[in-house]
């Protein structure tokens, strides 16, 4: 089949299987698996365009809502962290979707400025997991409480219908965001998670990968956050984020006739329907898969799309 936007030939069954297989596993850790695809578009399918930044925004928002439409399902959206990683992020994708089109027609430079950002973030989750608790610091927390509830939960669901609790909001203000999540309680800063999600809105809307890489990481290794609570937040900012970013890819492509800026919207569609499918699976299955599994395997393929961009840099 050939795709005239991106223009690349390739099986029409190839894009859909490879999302599914990608958005099952990066879902769990609140990404699209976005970051994945796009080298997979440039490097496999020899999609090479500007406008594949924008196509990836088209997977983002046609894949993304099945996942987070589990995570609302199950009552573990934590709403104040989600808008505010909205608000912060909109202006800075469209700044990142100029920067694109105008300053980085051609991404190299680009992937190793984000390369640098992932291998920072990888080998902090990384360094995290390897590192022992210290004395006295050993004690349940609440991730190991809820792995042990939903053991719980599914022995009784059939029989009872029993749903799991819901992340309960206890503060939102202009300062902080305050939840708790099975008996502990956490708090972040409003204006850090802004700063944050307006860096991130930048590289997600230059790179075409929405932010839920970059953003998701750093909710569960600098903030401390659970990834059970951050992965429907991480998530949603994507998608919306993304909206964002492919319709002003499509506004300005008239500015732009010499070069290939709209997305590739049928090329799009069929990343997005495999991921859309892996997604609601992913996010049905994470609740049932150790957190420090999900942190694992987020943490290296981080860590390894780090590498291979800073390398390849050099090449």
Same mark, same amino acid.
């Given at each position: 089949?050939?795709?005239?936007?991106?223009?690349?030939?390739?099986?029409?069954?190839?894009?859909?299987?490879?999302?599914?297989?990608?958005?099952?596993?990066?879902?769990? +850790?609140?990404?699209?698996?976005?970051?994945?695809?796009?080298?997979?578009?440039?490097?496999?399918?020899?999609?090479?365009?500007?406008?594949?930044?924008?196509?990836?925004?088209?997977?983002?928002?046609?894949?993304?809502?099945?996942?987070?439409?589990?995570?609302?399902r199950e009552g573990r959206m934590v709403w104040p962290l989600t808008?505010?990683?909205?608000?912060?992020? !909109?202006?800075?994708?469209?700044?990142?979707?100029?920067?694109?089109?105008?300053?980085?027609?051609?991404?190299?430079?680009?992937?190793?400025?984000?390369?640098?950002? !992932?291998?920072?973030?990888?080998?902090?989750?990384?360094?995290?997991?390897?590192?022992?608790?210290?004395?006295?610091?050993?004690?349940?927390?609440?991730?190991?409480?809820?792995?042990?509830?939903?053991?719980?939960?599914?022995?009784?669901?059939?029989?009872?219908?029993?749903?799991?609790?819901?992340?309960?909001?206890?503060?939102?203000?202009?300062?902080?965001?305050?939840?708790?999540?099975?008996?502990?309680?956490?708090?972040?800063?409003?204006?850090?998670? !802004?700063?944050?999600?307006?860096?991130?809105?930048?590289?997600?809307?230059?790179?075409?990968?929405?932010?839920?890489?970059?953003?998701?990481?750093?909710?569960?290794?600098?903030?401390?956050?659970?990834?059970?609570?951050?992965?429907?937040?991480?998530? %949603?900012?994507?998608?919306?984020?993304?909206?964002?970013?492919?319709?002003?890819?499509?506004?300005?492509?008239?500015?732009?006739?010499?070069?290939?800026?709209?997305?590739?919207?049928?090329?799009?569609?069929?990343?997005?329907?495999?991921?859309?499918?892996g997604m609601y699976l992913g996010?049905?299955?994470?609740?049932?898969?150790?957190?420090?599994?999900?942190?694992? %395997?987020? +943490?290296?393929?981080?860590?390894?799309?780090?590498?291979?961009?800073?390398?390849?840099?050099?090449?």
């Open positions: 089949m050939y795709f005239s936007v991106a223009g690349i030939e390739v099986q029409p069954w190839i894009p859909p299987l490879t999302a599914f297989c990608v958005s099952f596993f990066t879902s769990m +850790g609140g990404v699209s698996g976005a970051f994945l695809l796009l080298p997979f578009q440039m490097n496999i399918l020899g999609y090479v365009n500007p406008s594949v930044s924008a196509t990836n925004h088209v997977f983002n928002i046609t894949a993304i809502p099945a996942g987070v439409y589990r995570y609302i808008w505010v990683v909205v608000i912060g992020t !909109l202006p800075g994708v469209f700044i990142g979707s100029l920067l694109r089109v105008v300053y980085l027609p051609d991404p190299r430079n680009f992937k190793f400025f984000v390369g640098l950002v !992932l291998l920072y973030i990888g080998g902090r989750m990384i360094l995290d997991l390897l590192r022992k608790p210290a004395p006295g610091q050993d004690k349940k927390s609440a991730e190991k409480r809820f792995q042990e509830t939903v053991k719980a939960w599914r022995s009784r669901a059939e029989s009872t219908g029993e749903k799991l609790p819901a992340v309960r909001v206890t503060r939102f203000s202009t300062t902080r965001i305050a939840y708790e999540f099975y008996g502990e309680a956490f708090e972040i800063s409003t204006p850090g998670i !802004l700063s944050l999600s307006l860096v991130v809105g930048v590289i997600g809307g230059t790179y075409g990968i929405g932010g839920g890489a970059i953003i998701a990481p750093f909710f569960v290794s600098v903030f401390g956050l659970p990834v059970y609570t951050v992965a429907g937040a991480a998530l %949603m900012g994507t998608c919306v984020t993304s909206l964002a970013g492919v319709t002003f890819f499509q506004v300005i492509a008239p500015w732009f006739p010499n070069q290939s800026v709209a997305p590739d919207w049928i090329l799009g569609l069929l990343f997005g329907l495999g991921g859309m499918a996010a049905r299955c994470q609740k049932f898969v150790p957190a420090r599994y999900i942190k694992w %395997m987020l +943490g290296a393929v981080i860590f390894w799309m780090a590498l291979k961009y800073v390398v390849g840099f050099f090449l």
